[in-house]
Every structure is written in structure tokens, then in C-alpha cells.
């Protein structure tokens, strides 16, 4: 009989520890070479070469440029509130890495004997036959995401600097005018599963019956999720926090050396959680051709649709210029907003004249 530690088997701990040095390493080796490929694809949309000095075509720059900001001096402004200016940088890289926590990543797979599924908070159930997740998993992905702005207003309060403060307004302004409105986006999925589980929802997508084509409500649902998802975490066009031709560097201007490299960390870090998010939501998750008879594959679906994101991501960067705030803050309380709010509206409509029986 297996060893028992607080009413669950010895090897879910094993197994957990396992899953969170396999997600770990995933998102810090996304994160790095994320850097890379963005400027090697915006660079070929732009006609410039990019990254092509250290190791073959580039390959070793993100590790060139890791160095150098970890021997680059460390300059603290002498105004500055130390603590807070210090404790910034993690409390915006954290949070982006406590969000993977909830993303089902791949099928359940079978390892000596034992069912692991795969998705750090989850563990098979053998008496019930299956796998218990985090019940309110959206709301925890939710939570986590919207913690990172705290990182960027301490760190535009603690440098003591007019550029920096005005940066980190507008992330909290950012961030309240999106969060809304991609909250209540993702309404009409829970509508349709039945569950703010992240499981349930992969498993009311198997079968290529992803919500992205397989229902007009989902379909723009996705859209502004993944657009409102994008100015959360001040992506281009949507950067405002971080202007460089108005608020020289914004939030992060007074920074250097590591700590100016752990705000580009967590912003990659969010980046590669925010596609996550998207996937599981919209795009089935790991569900792909034969997933279900070889679970091996899952985890390969679930990366290839998240690269594919950040791909768009960087698209968007190479082509779409930068909002002026006004029209950022238009674009999130009179268009985005209202939208998502018709959706619901529309797909509670829908399901009452029983149009999205066959999602029930």
C-alpha cells in the first residue's frame, strides 16, 4: 500500500515536484529564447537581419545578453524607497509563474503503474477514476494574473520618479479597464461547461469541438480575451506603461542590471501564461489528432498552439502601432467592454432556446 502524507499518496508529492521542475524549466527556457525569437521574426518582417553575432545564427544572445545584465552595475536611486524598490521585481516575475500552477498542460499519462495527469495542481483520484483539479481554476488563473500590476505600480511609486510613477498609473488604469472586460469574455465558456474547471473545460473541447470555431459567441469571446489579455500584460499596441518615446522607460526607467531584467522576464513569463490561458479556453487545450489513444502527444499539441499565440504576439508587435492612452482607455470601456457584455447576454439567449444543447 502506498505511503500516505495528509490524506494523498506518497508519489502525487513526487509526481507534483516533478511537473513543477518540467513547468519551470519550460517557461524560463520560453522566456529566454522568447527574447530571441521576437527580434529574429520582427527583424524579417522589418528587412534587418537580427541576432546573428554570438553562437550559430544568434542561438547563444539570450545567454550573452543574461550575462551581461547579471555583471552590469546595480544602481539604486539614492530617493528611492529601497525595500519596495527592491521587492518590485519579484512581486511582477511571482505571479507570473504561479499561474502555470492551474494550466492542464497534457493528457493524464500512466508512469510506473501510476496515473499523473498532467497539470501541477491536479492528481488522479483512483476510487472516483479521475482527475481531481483545482474546482475554481479560472478564478485562480484570474487572481494570479491580475497580481503582477502590483510589481509594476510599487516599482513607478518606489523609484521616486515623476516617468516611473506616471508608468505604473497607467498599468493600474490598464489593468482595471481589461481585466473587466476579459473577465467577463470568458463568461459564455463557463456558461457552456457548466464548471470553472480548467479540465472540465479541455474535456467539453475533445473531439476538435474547440469553442474558437465551435461557437459564434466563443469564437469572438476568444478574440477580445486574447486582445484584453495582451493589454494586461502592456504588449504592443498596448505598451502605455512603458512608452519609451513618452515616459522614457516608464515603471522600469530607474532600473538596472538583473532587476531591469526580471520585469522583461515577467513580462515574457505572462506572455507565455496569457497564450496558456488562451489555449486551454478556446483551442481544446492538449486535445489534438490521437491524444486521447497516445497522451504523449498531448503535451506537444498544447506547446505547438502556444508558440503559435506568441508568434501572433510578435506580429502584432512587428505591425501595430502604439495607442495614444486615450484611445486605449475608449477601445476598453466602450467597445471591449459592452462586447462581452452582449455575449453573455447572447449566449444566455441561445442556450434558453436551446441552441447549446450540444455543449451541455
Not at 532600473?255 to 490561458?277: D, G, R
Request: glycine residues 8%; contains cysteine; hydrophobic residues 55%.
Amino acid at each position: 500500500m502506498d505511503n500516505v502524507i495528509l490524506g494523498l499518496p506518497l508519489y502525487y508529492y513526487i509526481a507534483m515536484v516533478a511537473k513543477v521542475l518540467v513547468a519551470f524549466v519550460f517557461v524560463l527556457l520560453t522566456v529566454a529564447y522568447a527574447t530571441y525569437a521576437e527580434r529574429k521574426i520582427i527583424g524579417h518582417m522589418q528587412v534587418r537581419i537580427g541576432p546573428n553575432r554570438v553562437g550559430p545564427l544568434g542561438l547563444l544572445q539570450p545567454i550573452a545578453d543574461g550575462l551581461k545584465l547579471f555583471f552590469k552595475e546595480e544602481i539604486v536611486p539614492g530617493q528611492a524607497s529601497k525595500f519596495a524598490f527592491l521587492l518590485a521585481p519579484l512581486v511582477a516575475l511571482v505571479p507570473a509563474f504561479l499561474t502555470f500552477a492551474a494550466v492542464p498542460f497534457g493528457n493524464t499519462i500512466e508512469v510506473m503503474g501510476y496515473k499523473v495527469p498532467l497539470q501541477i495542481a491536479a492528481y488522479y483520484d483512483t476510487d472516483m477514476g479521475k482527475v481531481i483539479d483545482l474546482n475554481v481554476g479560472v478564478l485562480y488563473v484570474l487572481a494570479m494574473a491580475s497580481l503582477g500590476v502590483y510589481g509594476i505600480v510599487l516599482a513607478g511609486w518606489a523609484s521616486n520618479s515623476k516617468y516611473s510613477l506616471l508608468g505604473g498609473l497607467r498599468a493600474s488604469a490598464q489593468m482595471v479597464s481589461y481585466e473587466l472586460a476579459a473577465g467577463l469574455a470568458i463568461i459564455p465558456v463557463f456558461m457552456l461547461v457548466g464548471s470553472l474547471s480548467l479540465q472540465e473545460i479541455v474535456k467539453a473541447q475533445e473531439g476538435f469541438k474547440w469553442f474558437i470555431w465551435s461557437n459564434p459567441m466563443t469564437f469572438v469571446a476568444a478574440f477580445l480575451f486574447y486582445l484584453c489579455s495582451l493589454a494586461e500584460i502592456n504588449r504592443t499596441p498596448f505598451d502605455l506603461p512603458e512608452a519609451e518615446t513618452e515616459l522614457v522607460s516608464g515603471f522600469c526607467t530607474e532600473y538596472s542590471s538583473m532587476k531591469y531584467a526580471m520585469f522583461f522576464m515577467a513580462e515574457y513569463a505572462n506572455m507565455v501564461t496569457v497564450c496558456a490561458i488562451t489555449t486551454t479556453m478556446f483551442l481544446g487545450g492538449w486535445d489534438g489528432p490521437f491524444s486521447s489513444s497516445i497522451p504523449l502527444l498531448s503535451p506537444l499539441y498544447f506547446i505547438a498552439k502556444v508558440y503559435f499565440l506568441m508568434f501572433l504576439t510578435m506580429w502584432i508587435r512587428a505591425t501595430v502601432p502604439r495607442y495614444r492612452y486615450d484611445q486605449l482607455m475608449t477601445l476598453g470601456w466602450k467597445v471591449l467592454l459592452p462586447t462581452s457584455l452582449c455575449l453573455i447576454v447572447l449566449t444566455g439567449l441561445a442556450g434558453f432556446l436551446g441552441f447549446n444543447t450540444f455543449f451541455g
